[in-house]
Antibody, heavy 114, light 107 residues
Framework: EVQLVESGGGLVQPGRSLKLSCAAS????????MAWVRQAPKKGLEWVAT????????YYRDSVEGRFTISRDDAKSTLYLQMDSLRFEDTATYYC???????WGQGVMVTVSS | DIRMTQSPASLSASLGETVNIECLAS??????LTWYQQKPGKSPHLLIY???ILQNGVPSRFSGSGSGTQYSLKINSLQSEDVATYFC?????????FGSGTNLEIK
């Protein structure tokens, strides 16, 4: 069974950092482009970042470029999102997903508040 | 950025009815379009990809169509379990963008 399990969320002050992890199982993680997608409370879905299957390239939405870093450790079948200089508007549930959208994690809440 | 204009924002229909949800892209996305269903408190669930290919395990009452800039999701014979929010997503170009969602309820 395919599973994606996010962790690392929580309450953080503006300007601080947080690192999300997503542990994958049930499929060959290293074959898949992976993504982070977020959803602010009661709002729609917003793509955050994608990393290619081989880690050769990453793509970011403009509002997180330079602040967030997506990475992967294929030996651990784990996807990461390093979030620096967090802003109030980064408050959301963050989902890890295969880039094609076939599999999603349950989501992890990140709240940026003073 | 490619803008995805989704309509309607909300929809109320009776059991057994057929409903249509539309997505209009701001430029040609060459059928690089996905439809998702999201139930309250749950993660999105893939329904359709490449505009018209039904994901494994998705009931055949769901179908997708369209090309160029205009796409639609059709749900035949509406069931109670179809109550959800539906999103379109284009993946033709970065940044990947979503429609604003359609909240579907039963009358």
């Amino acid at each position: 069974e395919v599973q994606l399990v996010e962790s690392g969320g929580g309450l953080v002050q503006p300007g601080r950092s947080l690192k999300l992890s997503c542990a994958a199982s049930g499929f060959t993680f290293s074959d898949y482009n992976m993504a982070w997608v977020r959803q602010a409370p009661k709002k729609g879905l917003e793509w955050v970042a994608t990393i290619l299957y081989d880690g050769s390239r990453a793509y970011y939405r403009d509002s997180v470029e330079g602040r967030f870093t997506i990475s992967r450790d294929d030996a651990k079948s784990t996807l990461y999102l390093q979030m620096d200089s967090l802003r109030f508007e980064d408050t959301a549930t963050y989902y890890c997903a295969t880039r094609a959208g076939t599999h999603w994690g349950q989501g992890v809440m990140v709240t940026v508040s003073s | 950025d490619i803008r995805m204009t989704q309509s309607p924002a909300s929809l109320s229909a009776s059991l057994g009815e057929t409903v249509n949800i539309e997505c209009l892209a701001s430029e040609d996305i060459y059928s690089d379009l996905t439809w998702y269903q999201q139930k309250p408190g749950k993660s999105p669930h893939l329904l359709i990809y490449n505009a018209n290919i039904l994901q494994n395990g998705v009931p055949s009452r769901f179908s997708g169509s369209g090309s160029g800039t205009q796409y639609s999701l059709k749900i035949n014979s509406l069931q109670s379990e179809d109550v959800a929010t539906y999103f379109c997503q284009q993946y033709n170009n970065y940044p990947i963008t979503f429609g604003s969602g359609t909240n579907l309820e039963i009358k």
